[in-house]
């Protein structure tokens, strides 16, 4: 693939701004930025996301997956711990040029600080916000 976001899926662009600032793949972009480490579990996606259905959360990253914005991240076999995730979901240094290019990182802290002010989160969501991440991810 390209490392010119411009041109991922023939999409110039203008038609790639578009397809992030969509309600439901800008939303998961800002899970990613304003998570601690961000690189959230699918699980932590889908407790930010709980208006829309979980299939929904999974075929968006998807799509940001396909168009070079986001990447999966995984654990290493040997880091694997039963009971914790293992694939994380961050964005490319692709995916972070094109969004600062086009202003559409201005809020990342103000993210980060709303984030952080979250104090119903479930417990697994705790659990899986402490989970393990790879390393230079």
Do not use: C
């Not at 694939?87 to 692709?94: A, D, I, M, P, V």
């Amino acid at each position: 693939m390209s490392t010119d976001l411009g041109t991922a899926e023939g999409m110039e662009s203008r038609e790639l701004v578009h397809f992030v600032t969509q309600q439901t793949r800008f939303a998961l972009i800002n899970n990613i930025l304003q998570h601690p480490e961000q690189l959230p579990s699918m699980y932590e996606l889908e407790e930010l996301n709980l208006s829309v259905s979980d299939a929904t959360v999974y075929k968006h990253i998807q799509k940001l997956i396909d168009a070079g914005i986001v990447k999966e991240v995984a654990l290493d076999d040997d880091q694997r711990r039963q009971g914790y995730p293992w694939k994380f979901y961050g964005l490319t240094e692709e995916g972070r040029k094109f969004l600062e290019e086009h202003n559409l990182l201005a809020a990342e802290e103000t993210l980060q600080q709303i984030y952080d002010t979250i104090s119903d989160k479930p417990e697994k969501m705790v659990k899986y916000e402490n989970a393990p991440r790879p390393d230079g991810a």
